[in-house]
């Protein structure tokens, strides 16, 4: 049975930083992703990396956490991470680890089959 268990969220003032954690079992995957949902509005793309033959794990991000965010994974623990710098209010959301074999995009909710439960991120000003 395939589990994705986020942790690591919580409430840190902007300019703070934490680490969300996304264990994966049962499965092992190519390619992993973080994406958010606030209140009203949409689940958005946040981070992704993907591995194949060729390489030891692309990495993407949305231009909004560019430079501030890192995702990275740990393959001995089947572990993904995302560091979040610099935060700011509106990073304020639920963040979500996908899991997929990256047959799609890396960018699009509707291309990851395996999703976790979600960890809530608040950012204070």
């Known amino acids: 049975q395939v589990q994705l268990v986020e ?14 954690s996304c264990a994966a079992s049962g499965r092992t995957f190519s390619q992993y992703a973080w994406f958010r949902q606030a209140p009203g509005k949409e689940r958005e793309f946040v981070a992704a990396i993907r591995w194949n033959r060729w390489n030891s794990g692309d990495t993407y991000y949305a231009d909004s956490v560019k430079d501030r965010f890192t995702i990275s994974r740990d393959n001995a623990e089947n572990t993904v991470y995302l560091r979040m710098n610099s935060l700011k209010p509106e990073d304020t959301a639920v963040y ?21 439960q979600g960890t809530q991120v608040t950012v204070s000003s």
């Open 96 to 116: 979500y680890c996908a899991a997929d074999y990256g047959s799609g995009t890396f960018y699009l909710a509707r291309d990851y089959y395996y999703w976790g």
């Open 7 to 20: 942790s690591g969220g919580g409430l840190v003032q902007a300019g703070g930083s934490l680490r969300l």
